[in-house]
């Protein structure tokens, strides 16, 4: 249940990160709860707990689309809704492959595998950007938006850059927990 309730609290906060519902302070932790659960279970579990991680976030954030499906769209509601739900179930499988990725390094590498997480997620995100026409929309590094001084340095790193910067910071706290037996 442990591993699931992690899962749950990543998800949300995730979609508590970004500016129209949360604080973007709430990125540089979000990740914490999922990556430290990731190296005690297997990778069935694993994609399990990244899809369920993704699909609170995503369900969190891109509630509003159902409406505009409906409404803009001419999709009957019912319609409009079992598209969403497909969607966030799409969207949430990016977060499951990266949970089953770190899952693998950790279990090759042991515990410095969480400290791949960066490129693994900056990974999934140019997925998100580019397969199936894409959705660069709610990439973890958008979250830092309200704080100039990482928002300015998007100019330099892009945003995908800033993501990585972000996970870094998570993966370096999940490694520092697991390590010290505190998680």
């Not at 500016?19 to 990740?31: C, M, Q, Y």
């Not at 499988?93 to 400290?115: D, E, T, Y």
Request: proline fraction near 4%; aromatic fraction near 14%; glycine fraction near 10%.
């Amino acid at each position: 249940m442990r591993p699931f309730l992690s899962a749950a609290f990543t998800g949300l906060l995730l979609t508590l990160s970004f500016p129209s519902v949360g604080h973007f302070l709430f990125a540089w932790i979000a990740l914490v709860p999922l990556l430290i659960v990731l190296g005690d279970v297997n990778s069935k579990i694993a994609f399990c707990l990244g899809l369920f991680a993704g699909v609170v976030h995503f369900a969190g954030t891109i509630y509003w689309i159902p409406g505009v499906m409906a409404n803009f769209g001419g999709l009957p509601v019912f319609m409009a809704w079992c598209v969403h739900l497909l969607f966030v179930l799409f969207l949430g499988s990016f977060i499951a492959v990266f949970a089953v990725l770190i899952n693998g390094l950790v279990k090759r590498f042991g515990q410095i595998g969480l400290m791949f997480a960066p490129a693994v997620w900056v990974t999934m995100e140019l997925g998100r950007i580019h397969l199936f026409t894409g959705f660069p929309w709610l990439l973890l590094g958008y979250s830092q938006v309200p704080f100039l001084l990482i928002a300015q340095a998007a100019s330099v790193v892009g945003v995908l850059g800033i993501s990585m910067l972000v996970v870094a910071v998570n993966g370096t706290i999940s490694y520092s927990l697991v390590e010290r037996g505190n998680a």
